[in-house]
């Protein structure tokens, strides 16, 4: 065996690795170098190198003086192939899935935590009900009932004509026209089903390292609750994330030395929920064939009741029904019986309940369409089928679950407020609304272009309409009420930036003493864009406005809709002119945007299954959403740090464990919320080999304030405890990074450094002779601040560790684990 490497006086090997935020980057912009090659992943996620530090560790020598650059890039996670362009249909599941992060911080209060797990999970199940009644309003009621049943609609579509009541054909016949219609929101389900399925297999499948406890071992008192089982089920099962969130506290564990007590973005089982996703898709895809039955059987059960048919035959229909709701009750039983568990790794798949439940609810759906295929002589299709009492108490339950889960969120922020958490511990109600109304205007919008659609031909010779549920009409009418609602609060921020920027202006003119060469224009235009990014700030007030604005006028909506049994338009006929006429045309003005909505949405996702930028676009919006991992929806977009974080894990492992050198991981924008989330899950041996360096950071003002129970003051403070060294920058122009506000404590300075000049330099010098731009969230690096924290960093960490060279080990694979590509 040939001798130890020795150490050079540097302090030995050191490897940066950099992991970019949001939009992606290229290895070759990350590396500032055209020549890269992946050392080790795949083309979804990889860690790359340039060509020319490939066998860096051989030749410690050579980089005594800088680090090892390594890239790794993440962004194909949320931004690969053209099928990403169909998560936009789950735009509401991925914010209903937000609403479960953001609770505030809880201890000792498992039993209102868990309660608040299961209000969420309640909402995002009224999701599917919803998306799937929506379809079953636009294939069942619209197409099959309305328009199939009417002879100009019909005759005008051709693809219609067998269906068409007056040609009386096998499939004119009213129920045979629904069973057929129902394979539309059956096949919309099984999608779902199918993607969840698909990210399921490709992200949760990921799992973790399991070095830092003993396998199999879990750390004492820190039970994760979430079920709605009882306390010693809950320790048994481990039951979900919503957690104490406490840190910073030693705990001895069985014999063994002590350890430390992690977070929860630092438990074994965080980035692994394999399980409760396998759970909730089972239930949801219940969810979704149950609603179909339920719009079958209703239909076809009302029209058996008002016949004289006596029998086994009139039994059907109820006994139907009533199996629609007792699985339905089943599902509700799964979804608030059992949350994530994170304690440990649990491998466990409930293959009977993921295979027996959907599979019960789609037998139920074919044996109800084949009871509504019955041959009924005599029934027609009048009028629309009943979906105002269903749409209806629907947005009621909403509502109802929405303001309970403020309720709880009050009780659990109430033992200690900290004054920057957002709308006060209300932010995740706040956001639950919000996907609530996302889901209306989708489900809505398409409803309503549907009908606008086939209505022509009735509207053109005067038959019957085809028209939506009236409280879809409601809903539309009041979108218009809404922007206006908005115009206050965005001109009052308007002002307030503009009044900011005025009085910035002294403040820059003093950060650059500039008292020989003061340029009005270009103090404006720095002070101008610091005012801007502090907008950012503000975001909760809009939130806070257009989801309390959505709750009350949802409720305004229903009580119009059940009140007057007509559409806006028609309801107020016998009030003033004025009134009648806002009326009107709220319903056209409300009616319009909804369908211009629709056809937006339509033509974005369009593009962005053709168009790879397009879909890079889209992929910012899944780089923030769906960090988290699927807790309350499982058709959500998948959860991309259930991947991103384990490669981090498993490379700052292996490097560190094979060259025993010293590592900082660089985080830019999101990048350093994943690497933070990396650093947490570390085993002790390789933290004190770690520094941190995060820049144009979101840690403490977006999730710091979002996720308080996560990213609040105390697990920020426990990071910096954990890891071995950790520094910050910021800039006052950055409307997304900023600083983490960890001050010096136990010995340790703050993590913050001065706020960055943007731009680096005012005017003309000789080192800047032509003027610098205002950089705000992007390159950092530039600055020269930049590489002087990180030498610093690595300056803190150990001198890196002898260690034995195999004999086996070739140039081509160093430690860096190359592989092809």
Do not use: K
Not at 108 to 134: F, H, I, Q
Not at 442 to 452: E, I, K, L
């Amino acid at each position: 065996m040939s001798p130890a490497t020795p150490a050079p006086e540097s302090g030995g090997a050191a490897l940066e690795l950099l992991v970019h935020g949001v939009g992606g980057a290229t290895p070759q912009d990350m590396l500032d170098d055209p020549r890269t090659v992946r050392i080790t992943g795949d083309r979804t996620a990889a860690v790359y190198r340039r060509a020319e530090d490939l066998d860096a560790e051989i030749h410690p020598q050579r980089y005594a003086a800088r680090p090892i650059p390594e890239a790794y890039c993440w962004s194909n996670l949320t931004s690969g192939d053209g099928a990403r362009a169909l998560w936009l249909l789950l735009l509401p599941f991925m914010v209903v899935n937000l609403a479960h992060w953001m609770r505030p911080p809880a201890r000792g209060r498992r039993g209102t935590v868990r309660l608040y797990g299961v209000l969420v999970r309640l909402v995002a199940l009224t999701l599917t009900v919803l998306l799937t009644a929506a379809a079953c309003e636009v294939a069942l009621d619209l197409t099959a009932w309305q328009c199939a049943g009417t002879a100009a609609c019909a005759d005008t579509y051709p693809w219609l004509g067998f269906l068409s009541a007056d040609r009386g054909g096998w499939w004119s016949a009213p129920g045979r026209r629904l069973a057929l219609a129902a394979l539309v929101p059956a096949a919309l389900v099984g999608l779902l089903w199918y993607l969840s399925n698909r990210t399921w297999s490709a992200y949760e499948a990921q799992r973790p390292p399991t070095g830092y406890d003993a396998p199999g071992t879990e750390t004492p008192g820190t039970e994760t609750p979430g079920t709605a089982a009882t306390a010693t089920a809950a320790t048994r099962t481990a039951a979900t994330a919503s957690d104490t969130a406490t840190t910073g506290i030693t705990a001895q564990e069985g014999g063994q030395d002590p350890v430390e007590r992690r977070p929860a973005l630092g438990r074994p089982g965080f980035w692994y929920g394999r399980r409760l996703v396998a759970r909730l898709r089972a239930a949801h895809t219940a969810a979704g064939f149950l609603t179909v039955s339920a719009a079958l059987a209703t239909a076809t059960a009302r029209h058996d009741a008002t016949t004289s048919g006596t029998g086994s035959g009139a039994a059907v229909g109820p006994a139907l029904q009533a199996a629609v709701v007792a699985l339905s009750v089943l599902v509700v039983w799964v979804v608030c019986r059992r949350g994530r568990s994170e304690r440990r790794l649990d491998l466990c798949v409930e293959r009977a309940l993921v295979t027996w439940l959907p599979g019960a609810s789609l037998a139920l759906l074919v044996i109800t369409a084949l009871y509504a295929g019955w041959s009924r002589p005599g029934w027609t299709s009048t009028g629309t089928l009943p979906g105002d009492v269903f749409f209806g108490a629907l947005t009621l339950a909403q509502g109802g679950l929405v303001v309970a889960l403020g309720v709880v969120a009050l009780l659990l922020q109430r033992p200690g407020r900290n004054p920057r958490t957002a709308l006060r511990g209300l932010g995740g109600p706040a956001v639950a609304m919000l996907a609530c109304a996302l889901a209306g205007v989708m489900s809505g919008g398409v409803a309503q272009r549907v009908a606008d659609w086939l209505d022509g031909p009735g509207a053109a010779h005067g038959g019957p309409r085809i028209a939506p549920p009236v409280l879809l009409s409601w809903q539309a009418s009041v979108i218009p009420v809404l922007l206006l609602l908005l115009l206050a609060p965005a001109a009052l921020l308007a002002v307030r930036t503009a009044l900011a920027a005025r009085r910035l202006r002294t403040t820059v003119e003093a950060d650059y003493d500039t008292a020989d060469e003061r340029d009005p224009v270009r103090t404006g235009q720095i002070a101008s864009g610091r005012a801007r990014a502090a907008l950012t700030d503000s975001a909760p007030v809009l939130v806070g406005v257009v989801s309390g604005a959505t709750l009350l006028l949802g409720a305004v909506s229903v009580a119009g809709a059940w009140t007057s049994g007509n559409v806006p338009g028609r309801a107020f006929d016998g009030a003033h002119p004025a009134v009648a006429s806002l009326a009107s045309a709220a319903q056209a003005l409300g009616s319009w945007m909804i369908g211009f909505g629709f056809l937006l949405f339509v033509t974005w996702g369009r593009r962005a299954y053709r168009d790879a930028s397009a879909r890079r676009t889209i992929g910012i919006l899944w780089d923030v959403g769906t960090f988290w991992p699927r807790a309350a929806h499982p058709f959500a977009p998948p959860c991309y740090a259930e991947r991103a974080v384990p490669d981090l894990i498993w490379r700052m492992n292996s490097w560190t464990g094979s060259t025993g050198g010293r590592l900082v991981i660089s985080g830019h924008s999101q990048g350093s919320v994943l690497a933070a989330a990396a650093v947490w899950q570390l085993p002790p041996a390789t933290r004190r080999r770690v520094a941190l360096l995060t820049y144009g950071s979101p840690l403490e003002r977006l999730y710091g304030r979002w996720f308080p129970a996560y990213f609040g003051p105390h697990a920020l403070r426990s990071l910096n405890r954990t890891v071995h060294c950790w520094n910050n920058l910021y800039r006052a122009t950055d409307p997304i990074g900023g600083p983490v506000r960890v001050p010096a404590e136990d010995g340790r300075p703050a993590v913050d450094a001065a706020v960055l000049l943007d731009p680096v330099a005012y005017g003309r010098t000789r080192r800047h002779p032509l003027p610098e731009p205002i950089l705000g969230h992007s390159d950092y690096q530039a600055d020269p601040t930049f590489a002087l924290r990180r030498t610093a960093l690595l300056d803190q960490l150990l001198p890196a560790m002898p260690r034995q060279r195999d004999p086996n080990e070739t140039a081509d694979q160093g430690s860096s684990g190359r592989s092809s590509g």
